[in-house]
């Protein structure tokens, strides 16, 4: 039944020659490439938050969109018609997943029991919605940064007491994405890191961090949820330095505090490029470490230093970030949730489904593009060649193990100069746009 997008038909895929903006041109479903269809490649997902919550608001002015699932006075009427557009929206679009954080679905009431029955009620209606479309949770999350007790963070915050309240959201929010069937849970480290440094004890609070995150493994032991767990690493926004820095950051610091079997990562595009690396990097971290979990697929703008949260549209990048991920053996529990939003200006419920849309296809050209690479070996033939000292002669004894300085220092006297090989950066750089 059609309540909220009564006048958008379902989104089919209808080919290139296709003009119509409610149509894929590209992103084939049932379509398959290399031995998957594409459906189960992206395992693509709406971010509850930016597609329905979010309004258009920034620091500049209050909301622009006027959506039909508000138009109440009532918060938990509001909390079930968003709800019920947002099912109405996952299956019109034809996506498999859908992701969100506790306070997105259902509002606070004035104590933390009561708000508790608030989330449960809604989820009912979720869990309905998910058996009646067939629409499955990728992950679920903990909003524990927007409300003012977390001004200095959550399970970094100066006051146990906010440690405490924090651990009992992420536990019921756990509750409910096991409810739910989630596949994953992640932890975004909202308000995680410091405006100064003068006010602040950084190694207690990364103590604390890593505290945190045991107490949510045991917890996850404890109720039997297999959904995995993911960190979602950002360099900065909301705090001035986010603990979770980066990829390497928090692979690091997964190791030092033994948690590295528990967690992968969420990479956001958006905070790749914020931590001054690209999109593909971070991915490309990850796969080296066998630690790539999901991706919050998004962009931001090269000219502005915040998360703009754009939809992804770059070919290149959706390009080499599928590349990427096909390479590390594709998603399991993961996939490409669009933490995106629609810009100020895009202010009708069409608008969603042009981003979604938009993007999906950027992401299913991006498929074709890698597919192609990978099974035609160009570029990894070229990087194969780049190595291939190491398969023979002294690179394959170093990398057996079996010399050391002394062996080298003798090996570079009675050689002498190394042979200089060029990089061919700019052939490299040809072969990638003869498939984008
Ligand atoms: C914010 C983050 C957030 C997480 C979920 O920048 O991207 O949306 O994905 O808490
Ligand atoms: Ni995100
Ligand atoms: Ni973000």
């Not at 002294?394 to 010399?403: D, S, T, V």
Request: with cysteine; net charge negative.
């Amino acid at each position: 039944m059609s309540e909220f997008f009564k006048s958008i038909p379902n989104i089919k895929f209808e080919g290139t020659d296709s003009k119509n903006p409610f149509a894929f041109k590209h992103y084939n479903p049932q379509e398959i490439v290399m031995g998957k269809t594409m459906a189960d490649h992206m395992r693509f997902g709406v971010a509850y938050w930016h597609t329905f919550k979010g309004g258009g608001a920034d620091p500049f002015g209050p909301g622009t969109m006027i959506r039909p699932w508000d138009d109440s006075s009532d918060e938990m009427e509001v909390a079930e018609m968003t709800m019920r557009a947002a099912f109405e929206f996952f299956t019109k679009l034809g996506v498999g997943f859908w992701c969100f954080h506790d306070r997105d679905i259902a509002p606070e009431a004035d104590n933390l029991a009561e708000t508790n029955k608030r989330l449960d009620k809604i989820v009912d209606l979720a869990e309905k919605l998910q058996k009646d479309t067939g629409v499955k949770l990728l992950w679920g999350t903990t909003n524990a940064f927007a409300h003012r007790r977390f001004m200095s963070g959550a399970s970094t915050n100066p006051s146990p007491e906010v440690f405490a309240y924090a651990a009992s959201q992420v536990k019921k929010a756990m509750e409910v994405t096991h409810r739910l069937g989630g596949q994953g849970y992640t932890f975004w480290g909202g308000r995680e890191g410091y405006e100064t440094l003068l006010n602040t004890d950084l190694k207690r609070e990364l103590e604390h961090l890593a505290a945190f995150l045991h107490m949510a493994v045991d917890y996850k032991k404890k109720i039997g949820f297999t959904g995995q767990f993911y960190i979602e690493p950002k360099p900065k926004e909301p705090t001035k330095h986010q603990y979770d820095f980066d990829a390497a950051g928090v692979y690091g610091f997964l190791i030092k505090n033994g948690l590295e079997k528990d967690f992968k990562l969420n990479i956001e595009a958006n905070h790749a490029t914020l931590a001054g690396h690209t999109f593909h990097h971070e991915l490309e971290f990850c796969t080296a470490n066998g630690i790539l979990g999901s991706v919050d697929a998004n962009r931001g703008d090269y000219l502005l230093g915040w998360d703009t949260d754009q939809f992804p549209t770059d070919i290149n990048d959706t390009t080499l970030a599928m590349y990427t991920i096909l390479r590390s053996g594709g998603f399991t529990t993961g996939g490409l949730n669009f933490d995106a939003k629609v810009r100020r200006q895009s202010t009708d419920i069409d608008d969603l489904f042009f981003a979604h849309i938009g993007a999906m296809d950027a992401f299913a050209r991006g498929l074709k593009n890698a597919a192609k690479m990978i099974q035609d070996g160009a570029l990894a033939d070229m990087v194969k060649q780049r190595y291939s000292g190491w398969d023979m002669g002294i690179g394959a004894e170093i990398e057996n193990g079996k010399m050391g300085f002394d062996e080298l220092e003798a090996y570079s006297i009675k050689n002498g100069e190394p042979n200089i090989k060029s990089g061919r950066q700019e052939l490299f750089e040809n072969v990638l746009n003869e498939y984008v």
